[in-house]
Nanobody, 125 residues
């Protein structure tokens, strides 16, 4: 299985932008769906965005449509999340994930077989 590690989080002002990356080692993830989730303090982990394969279908939570863009390639950083027009409500720990079962669409209970440790995104108002 893949080992995943997120990077790119930090402190940003409202309306600003950040690019998150997810690096992988171990199993190649090219052919498996990947996605981003986030969890704010005191709230459940929620789905953000997913992509089925390189250049493949994407799926976004309504809360981030038009602001976030998910992409992937076959480098050591196979998954990205470009976040624009950030709002304070976007503050959360962001996690990348992959599903080696190839489950799609990504919203069913139990989706995700490999998870990263998360990276903190804080949007100041």
């Amino acid at each position: 299985q893949a080992q995943l590690v997120e990077s790119g989080g930090g402190l940003v002002q409202v309306g600003g932008s950040l690019r998150l990356s997810c690096a992988a080692s171990g199993r190649t993830l090219n052919n498996y769906p990947m996605g981003w989730f986030r969890q704010a303090p005191g709230k459940e982990r929620e789905f953000v965005a997913a992509i089925r394969w390189i250049g493949g279908s994407t799926y976004y939570a309504d809360s981030v449509k038009g602001r976030f863009t998910i992409s992937r390639d076959n480098t050591k950083n196979p998954l990205y999340l470009e976040m624009n027009s950030l709002k304070p409500e976007d503050t959360a720990v962001y996690y990348c994930a992959a599903d080696h079962r190839g489950l799609w669409p990504p919203l069913q209970t139990g989706w995700g077989t490999d998870w990263g440790q998360g990276t903190q995104v804080t949007v100041s108002s």
